[in-house]
């Protein structure tokens, strides 16, 4: 008797892909007529059968390949359908997925979840849904956007509080650094409080701990409200740049010096740690290079601090700073930094004193009578970069003595010198 298949109502009900292991079977199996079943080739050729048996063996070798095509390819059409349909159907769960459940987690912050174990909406949902009643969903950021609070950076410093590992306080500290610049209103709602409590990780052991305090401080410094709080931590700051050798540090701790207007109270300290910024400026890490140079020149323009930049020990290849193949951006700093301390020894009150410098002293790579400055100087004039072409003018005028200084010796021999260069 021959298999019947199952009835239309039966395949409809059930998937396509689950017959398949039932198909092929029962189509390998299939007799060639509606007679007597023949069984089925065992030779593929002439020569694995011997003469005149072949009809013996149940069927011509004709008859042996086509019907081999024909159940080869209905075995193909099914498992390729089988194939599709699963594809499909890992299409369309991929399309109906839902979004993972959302956690109270201080580390993360991309959703906001005013229950817990509650399921965010996805990226598409309308504004409306967001502010449903039981309590806003979404990105905080979207949040924050209509107007309402999110309460993340609060929790995020609650969780600061705990007792926490070293690698969790840093995660921390990076997820309020990005609630910071994302979310202002919120950050404009913190208290002093919160900027005392980042400030105690300054003195964590952990070095990754105090970069991203420093990079929280920066962040905060944004806000005027915060910004005497924060500067009551630069004399901490100054102590860390000059004490832990440490790049990344180093550039944390600058550039929140370099968003501060640093009061005088810091100065006693900014003298002991000059020779260690020094320092830092004639390493080898281009953006440590930058920060710090950008706040010498700062410091360069107050009056009770230029006395000790220009003595302040440097090496002896200091001018290597001011070679064309130095990167752009460090030698426009570099000559603004040179174009402020030559302007402020020129200057009335700084010539009222006779200073006395050390052989070794910046005042004397740059200004000193056997200085090769104005030789690289002259080169920068033609460098690719327009704004290092004019920093560099613009440090040549300003070597150029005062009019009242025109008949020293020493001026001439300035005067003279680029005009021979020229």
């Not at 149940?58 to 086509?66: F, H, N, W």
């Not at 705990?162 to 995660?171: I, N, R, V």
């Not at 290849?317 to 030698?331: D, E, R």
Request: charged share 20%.
């Amino acid at each position: 008797m021959q298999r019947q298949l199952p009835s239309r109502v039966l395949v409809q009900t059930v998937p396509f892909v689950a017959w398949v292991p039932i198909l092929v079977p029962w189509l390998l199996a299939l007799p060639e007529s509606s007679g007597s079943r023949r069984p089925l080739p065992r030779c593929l050729g002439p020569s694995s059968c011997p003469q005149g048996s072949t009809e013996d063996m149940g069927m011509s070798i004709p008859e042996c390949l086509g019907q081999l095509d024909i159940r080869k390819g209905v075995v193909g059409l099914a498992t390729g359908a089988g194939a599709i349909y699963l594809l499909y159907k890992a299409i369309k769960a991929g399309i109906k997925c839902q979004p993972p459940i959302c956690t109270n987690s201080p580390i993360c912050i991309a959703r906001e979840c005013p229950v817990p174990r509650e399921r965010a909406l996805p990226q598409g949902a309308p504004a409306s849904e967001a502010s449903s009643v039981g309590g806003s969903k979404g990105l905080a950021i979207e949040r924050e956007r209509h107007g309402r609070d999110s309460g993340e950076l609060r929790r995020l410093f609650n969780s600061l509080e705990c007792k926490q590992d070293e690698y969790a306080k840093s995660m921390i500290l990076h997820s309020i650094t990005r609630c910071v610049y994302l979310l202002e209103a919120e950050a404009s709602a913190c208290t002093v409080d919160d900027i005392r409590l980042v400030g105690y990780m300054l003195d964590d052991e952990d070095n990754s701990v105090k970069i991203q305090a420093l990079n929280t401080l920066k962040a905060f410094s944004g806000i005027r409200k915060f910004r005497l709080k924060i500067q009551e931590h630069s004399i901490k700051v100054l102590e860390l740049i000059s004490t832990i050798w440490d790049s990344e540090l180093h550039i944390a701790g600058l550039r929140l010096l370099n968003n501060l207007p640093l009061p005088d109270f810091v100065h006693p300290q900014l003298r002991r740690v000059m020779p260690a910024l020094m320092e830092i400026l004639q390493c080898d890490y281009i953006l440590a290079q930058v920060q710090v140079v950008r706040l010498l020149s700062y410091l360069a323009q107050k009056n009770d601090l230029l006395y000790d930049i220009l003595n302040c020990q440097v090496q002896s290849n200091f001018l290597t700073l001011f070679q064309s193949t130095q990167p752009g951006s460090l030698l426009f700093e570099v000559l603004l930094f040179a174009e402020r301390l030559s302007e402020g020894r020129n200057s009335p009150h700084y010539r009222a004193v006779k200073w006395h410098y050390n052989e070794q002293s910046l005042h004397e790579a740059l200004f000193g009578d056997e200085s090769r400055l104005a030789d690289r100087l002259l080169a920068l004039v033609i460098h690719p970069e327009e704004e290092v072409q004019i920093q560099a003018c613009k440090v040549i005028v300003s070597l150029q003595c005062p009019q009242d200084l025109r008949a020293r010796p020493s001026c001439q021999r300035s005067s003279s010198f680029f005009n021979s260069g020229e």
